[in-house]
């Protein structure tokens, strides 16, 4: 069974900034995609970043500019830079991972939480 853990989540201030690493069992090269996803308090998951193997990374509008989504190999992690954290950034953040060999098989991790404090 695949996991993901994610780490990296807090407590920072209105402009700060903060990263988030994902730590996956196996290869991140064995993914076809490596996403990061957010939920706010009564709201629905949302997609914030994207990293494809086949035509590189996207982000949400809410987020462009601000956050960088990246990969290390050699440690299997991915990691979501985020810089100028605005208060409507607060919610838990997910690490998602569809798998390159198994169709429609996909994988999330347990969340870590941030908040933005104004």
């Known amino acids: 069974q695949v996991q993901l853990v994610e780490s990296g989540g807090g407590l920072v201030q209105a402009g700060g900034s903060l990263r988030l690493s994902c730590a996956a069992s196996?290869?991140?090269?064995?993914?076809?995609?490596l996403d990061w996803y957010r939920q706010a308090p009564g709201k629905e998951r949302d997609l914030v970043a994207t990293?494809?193997?086949?035509?590189?990374?996207h982000y949400s509008d809410l987020v462009k500019g601000r956050f960088t989504i990246s990969e290390r190999g050699a440690k299997n992690t991915v990691y979501l830079q985020m810089n100028n954290l605005k208060p409507e950034d607060t919610a838990v953040y997910y690490c998602h991972a569809k798998d390159a060999f198994l169709r429609d098989q996909d994988y999330w991790g347990q969340g870590t939480q941030v908040i933005v404090s104004s």
């Open positions: 196996r290869s991140i090269f064995s993914f076809d995609s």
């Open positions: 990293l494809r193997r086949d035509n590189g990374t």
